[in-house]
């Protein structure tokens, strides 16, 4: 790829994220970061976490409209959750611009590591497509929120791993619903992560535009694939998540010098 264009790698990327974000509610940033590091060029891991964050809220954006126009959004589960984890967020990404690019690449990895090996756990039951928002339901998403965000800032990820389950486990709500709900936060912890490297200049505004333009076609592109891999999406989340193991397993060797 090295007689690629970076910009083109990273509309190349940017794709990727977009399929990812459609399919799964999440995986853009996972994957997104070590790629701008690896295989595009960006050399400093918070230049790359900050930009990739951008993205995914931009993408994540595009593929909400989508979902809410199919009425698939818990609006107020969403908004609770996403509002909660906005603090979390902003002081993950504090946090991480303080560490080492170095160290963080290797607790970068160690993330993708978990997420992957959450990914291979069988999903829960269907859930409840009725599930509204309840003052008790409030009391459990609001701190899943601003724990989610804190790990999605530090990590600077969308956090739609750790989203979905999350939507989940607090209402019962679908698979379905949960993914397509978790996109409103995957855009607000992304817009805060990537602000807070922002305002450090640390987001590569040329890559970003890539990112976009590719997440655009990615997230189009992905609407038509999920529906015809919907029989077999267990085995389509079991098979990214052994890349994302294989990508952790990458990072981190890389990190320690063994690669």
Known sequence: MESLSPLFIGALIGLLIGV???????????????LLIYAAGVRDPHVAIGTSAAAVAVNALIGLSRQARAGQVKWPCAIVFGISGLAGSMSGAHLAKQVDGHALLGWFALAMGLVGAAMLFPQRRPGDPTVHLTPPLILKLAPLGLLTGLAAGFFGIGGGFLIVPGLMAATGMTLSHAAASSLVSVALFGAATSASYAASGLVDWPMFAALVAGGGVGVLAGAPLAQKIAAHADLGRRMFALMVIAAAAYVGAKTLGVA
């Open 20 to 34: 990812l974000l459609t399919l799964f509610g999440g995986g853009g940033s996972v994957v997104a970061t070590p």
